[in-house]
């Protein structure tokens, strides 16, 4: 039987007087990929950023494995479990590549192999060379990696990637796609916003679309993958 890791419940959310996200749900069922697509504007940031607690919504009702988040602060999110990886990676630039990692280490009862600093130096080879540098002396590419391995550094039980391939070159995206693979071989459940078609369906099992603020598609990726009319509708796609 699937068990819920994430459920997003008719969430409202609101910037000042303007409605973004109506009556919002969605739900990531544990070890899947969940990719929610959309157009630019179409509420994906917003339902990351409620999620995680920086912009919590007006109503509505956000669960993680069935204990309720909604209104939390953005830190005791993070120690309930959800990692965020931001759009913009948004590392901290004067701090070196170890003290990124070490500042977001948590522990968590119950992990059989927890995320340790030789563990996520194990996925990205390249940080263990560069422990030592500091991170706004990183190519995009290395950073993405460490916006990655930061996050992984909590333990997270579910996994958020906003944009993790945003303006990176074609090999860098594969490898930041050959990674979110590995994470989901090994059971991590992600919710992943991702402007590269091919990359979301190529990883993903479940798709919900926004539109508008607005759920206007939730199903399996193979619903998905060959539905030119809804591509064209909502991603503009073809």
């Given at each position: 039987?699937a068990?819920?890791?994430?459920?997003?419940?008719?969430?409202?959310?609101?910037?000042?007087?303007?409605h973004?996200?109506?009556?919002?749900?969605?739900t990531?069922?544990?070890g899947?990929?969940?990719?929610l697509?959309?157009?630019?504007?179409?509420?994906?940031?917003?339902?990351?950023?409620?999620i995680v607690?920086?912009?919590?919504?007006r109503?509505g009702?956000?669960?993680?494995?069935?204990?309720?988040?909604t209104?939390?602060?953005?830190?005791?999110?993070?120690?309930?479990?959800?990692?965020?990886?931001?759009?913009?990676r948004r590392?901290f630039?004067?701090l070196t590549v170890?003290?990124?990692l070490?500042?977001a280490?948590?522990?968590?009862e119950?992990v059989a192999?927890?995320?340790?600093?030789?563990?996520?130096?194990?996925?990205?080879?390249?940080?263990?060379?560069?422990?030592?540098q500091h991170?706004g002396s990183?190519?995009?590419?290395?950073?993405?990696?460490?916006?990655?391995?930061?996050?992984?550094?909590?333990?997270?039980?579910?996994l958020l990637m906003?944009e993790?391939?945003e303006?990176?070159?074609?090999?860098?995206v594969?490898?930041?796609g050959?990674?979110i693979?590995?994470?989901?071989?090994?059971?991590q459940?992600?919710?992943?916003?991702e402007?590269?078609?091919?990359?979301?369906?190529?990883?993903?099992?479940?798709?919900?679309?926004?539109?508008?603020?607005?759920?206007?598609?939730?199903?399996?990726?193979e619903?998905?993958?060959?539905n030119?009319?809804?591509?064209?509708q909502?991603?503009?796609?073809?």
């Amino acid at each position: 039987m699937a068990v819920e890791a994430l459920s997003v419940t008719n969430i409202n959310a609101l910037y000042g007087d303007s409605h973004v996200l109506h009556d919002v749900s969605f739900t990531l069922n544990s070890g899947r990929v969940l990719a929610l697509l959309g157009r630019n504007g179409a509420g994906k940031t917003t339902s990351m950023s409620s999620i995680v607690g920086f912009l919590p919504p007006r109503d509505g009702e956000i669960r993680l494995f069935g204990e309720a988040i909604t209104r939390l602060s953005p830190e005791a999110i993070s120690r309930k479990g959800v990692g965020f990886v931001p759009q913009g990676r948004r590392v901290f630039a004067s701090l070196t590549v170890r003290e990124n990692l070490e500042v977001a280490r948590q522990r968590r009862e119950g992990v059989a192999t927890p995320w340790t600093l030789d563990h996520v130096c194990d996925l990205f080879p390249r940080l263990r060379e560069r422990l030592h540098q500091h991170a706004g002396s990183l190519s995009g590419g290395e950073q993405q990696m460490l916006a990655i391995a930061r996050a992984l550094m909590g333990n997270p039980r579910v996994l958020l990637m906003d944009e993790p391939s945003e303006g990176l070159a074609p090999l860098i995206v594969a490898e930041v796609g050959r990674t979110i693979a590995r994470l989901k071989a090994a059971g991590q459940s992600i919710v992943l916003v991702e402007q590269n078609l091919k990359l979301a369906l190529d990883l993903a099992d479940d798709v919900v679309m926004l539109n508008t603020g607005r759920v206007v598609f939730a199903g399996g990726v193979e619903e998905v993958r060959n539905n030119e009319a809804l591509l064209t509708q909502h991603l503009g796609v073809f």
